[in-house]
């Protein structure tokens, strides 16, 4: 039964009419309510968290805002295996000596998959895991068993209690998938707590997923070099203190340290506890505050390959700024690409 406005003119009405009115005014009374409690739903979705947890609803309801679980929230939704699916998307710069997928083959969350960066990428590039085309990240996470009401959880097992992970939480929203949490503290926490670890790993039935892709939130080498005139967003760079100053060695081979012009450094570890756990949202204000940074205007991360900038996009995504871009080539594109009064450094800087 629909609502008709024009049933309520005002008129002397006989006890048919009258009953066929006190329907109509049910027909209203519900049409209301439920408008409310449409317009509340939406508000839930789309508002930005600053809590730093999911709250008590089930695990299957996409909380689009939410960006952090814990570790007992997390086990708590896996007994009631709702639509979820956790991602292993751990990720380790070669020189650290460790293998990604052999750990998590050995041990990992129960139930969870395994997402690789760099094969869910850009092969074209010749940058380490550049964001691929909207195509290959859908078939990539189909292929995981991810649809589009799937909630994802993503944890990596770094000593650092998120190093990775964020990258991913990131690709998802990039790519319209809101329904995406980073387990807080991370498998360090997860296996310091006795929590159950698995060696079993049953390869998910492949479905289909719809990638659409924010286009604004990734930045190119032209709009960071554009940038220095223009001023348009503030850049703040993830890595250590001591490669941002120059002074400390890169990772990667044929890559000096140093730091684009104008930009503010945050390294990611401050944004987490010595547990690995996320700081509170008052703390992680205070760094960007600290560093000079106005989360109220454009805001774009980078780092060494566009991994560890992500942990800076969550941490402001808890302040209160949900769209913060990232520079997707990152530092081991800009040494490349920038001539040498470019590239800031209390270093060797850059010769031709």
Known sequence: MCFDRNCFRVKTLD????????????????????????????????????????????????????????????????TTRGKMRVLDSSWYLPKMGRNAKREFKARHIPGAAFFDIDQCCDKTSPLDHMLPSEKVFADYVGNLGIENDTHVVIYDRSDFGAFSA?????????????????????????????RPVSDKYIRPSPTEFKASIKRSWIKTYDDLLNNLDTKEFQVVDARSAG?????????????????????????????????????????????????GVDLSRPVCVSCGSGVTACVLALAAYKCGHPEVSVYDGAWSEWYTRAVPEHVISEGRGKHL
């Open 15 to 78: 006890s048919e009419q009258k009953a066929d009115t006190r329907s109509s005014l049910r027909c209203f009374y519900l049409y209301t309510y439920c408008r409310v409690q449409s317009t509340a739903e939406v508000r839930l979705h789309t508002q930005p968290d600053t809590s730093g947890s999911l709250s008590s609803a089930g695990p299957t309801m996409a909380l689009q805002a939410r960006a952090l679980v814990s570790t007992k929230w997390l086990a708590d939704a896996i």
């Open 243 to 291: 490669r941002f100053r120059g002074v400390d060695p890169e990772p990667r081979d044929n890559t000096e340290p140093g730091h684009i012009p104008g930009s503010a450094s945050i390294p990611f570890q401050s944004c987490l506890s010595e547990s690995g756990h996320f700081l509170p949202k008052e703390n992680l204000r205070e760094l960007f505050v600290r560093a």
């Open 166 to 194: 964020p990258r991913v939480w990131w690709m998802f929203r990039v790519f319209g998938h809101n329904a995406v949490s980073l387990l807080n503290g991370g498998f360090k926490n997860w296996e310091l707590e006795g």
